[in-house]
């Protein structure tokens, strides 16, 4: 994921949509997730203590852990949280597709883009703080982001069937990095025609 730098991300609020609970109305647990990744991707995870994250939703800085123990664990939850719901929403996303393989590329690129436009915030502290990891969140982190990766692979290799799983591989990459992109562009066209430039841009770096 590419890096928006520490300042504040375009688009992004507290509601980053991956950490909204299925209800529509966030827990208390999912107001501090929604909170720290905001913050974090503000400032950065080492720059954010728990008593800022309490401010942010209200609560004094020790009912923070009551849900966590430490800051490092709502690091940990949201970065396993998320890359956990890429790689079953991308296996979901192909499945409900059907057989074609291009049929299964523009669900993968709509997954992707929907995910882009609704958590920027998540994208900066994704590749900016997962270093601080320990290395047991880490290394699970990097598991499911495989699998996700993998999942594009799959049907890249039957688009192009010529290509060594490693050339997929790179064009997945490539996709991703565009898509991606967005805390540094999100809010300059809107929702809508950010979107489509993003699939059509998507489309054409995976196919071309």
């Not at 990891?133 to 039957?158: F, I, K, N, S, T």
């Not at 490539?174 to 809508?192: Q, W």
Request: charged share 25%; net charge positive; aromatic share 4%.
């Amino acid at each position: 994921m590419t890096s928006a730098g520490s300042r504040a991300v375009p688009g992004a609020d507290a509601r980053d949509t991956a950490l909204i609970a299925d209800t529509g109305r966030p827990s208390r647990r999912e107001q501090i997730l929604q909170a720290a990744a905001q913050l974090f991707a503000e400032r950065g995870a080492r720059a954010v203590g728990v008593d800022d994250v309490g401010a942010a939703v209200g609560v004094t800085g020790p009912a923070i852990y009551r849900h966590f123990a430490s800051k490092d664990a709502m690091l940990a939850e949201m970065l396993v949280r998320i890359s956990q719901r890429l790689a079953d929403g991308a296996r979901e996303r192909i499945a409900a597709a059907g057989p074609e393989p291009v049929a299964q590329l523009r669900a993968l690129i709509d997954f992707q883009v929907e995910f882009a436009l609704d958590n920027p915030a998540l994208i900066v502290v994704h590749d900016r703080d997962l270093p601080s990891l320990p290395e047991a969140d880490a290394a699970r982190v990097r598991r499911l982001q495989r699998r996700y990766v993998e999942e594009w692979v799959a049907v890249l290799a039957r688009l192009h069937p010529g290509d060594e799983p490693s050339a997929c591989r790179t064009r997945a990459h490539a996709v991703f990095g565009l898509i991606n992109s967005t805390p540094h562009s999100a809010g300059r066209l809107g929702r809508a025609a950010t979107g489509e430039l993003l699939r059509r841009m998507a489309w054409a770096a995976a196919t071309g």
